[in-house]
């Protein structure tokens, strides 16, 4: 009932920048929170950046002052800036959508993955 759809991956030297992209659509009342997780090979799937439905914003204390996470709720859209890359940043970057529908129920819903390299 509700799709992600990601996108601005790629690959980036050392000290370069990229946006990614999160487009929510479907039966969506009201979204509670939004947040980008990653996953590098081998290790767990870590909160990077969230924001709440009201504009709070919460950064993981490896990105802070690097990354900035911003919406434009019309597009029902979640952007993820990310400056001065290091190649520990490399992973599979993921949306995740927590909220309501409009019949009231909660869900939370994950997109499928963008790929992040930085690399020289």
């Known amino acids: 009932q509700v799709q992600l759809v990601e996108s601005g991956g790629g690959l980036v030297q050392p000290g370069g920048s990229l946006r990614l992209s999160c487009v929510a659509s479907?039966?969506?009342?009201?979204?509670?929170?939004v947040g980008w997780y990653r996953q590098a090979p081998g290790e767990q799937r870590d909160l990077v950046a969230s924001?709440?439905?009201?504009?709070?914003?919460h950064y993981a204390d490896s990105v802070k002052g690097r990354f900035t996470i911003s919406r434009d709720s019309a597009k029902n859209t979640v952007y993820l800036q990310m400056n001065s890359l290091k190649p520990e940043d490399t992973a599979v970057y993921y949306c995740?959508?927590?909220?309501?529908?409009?019949?009231?129920?909660?869900?939370?819903?994950w997109g499928q993955g963008t790929q992040v390299t930085v690399s020289s």
């Open positions: 479907g039966s969506i009342f009201s979204i509670y929170s």
């Open positions: 995740n959508v927590r909220g309501n529908l409009v019949s009231r129920q909660d869900f939370t819903s």
């Open positions: 924001i709440t439905g009201v504009g709070t914003t």
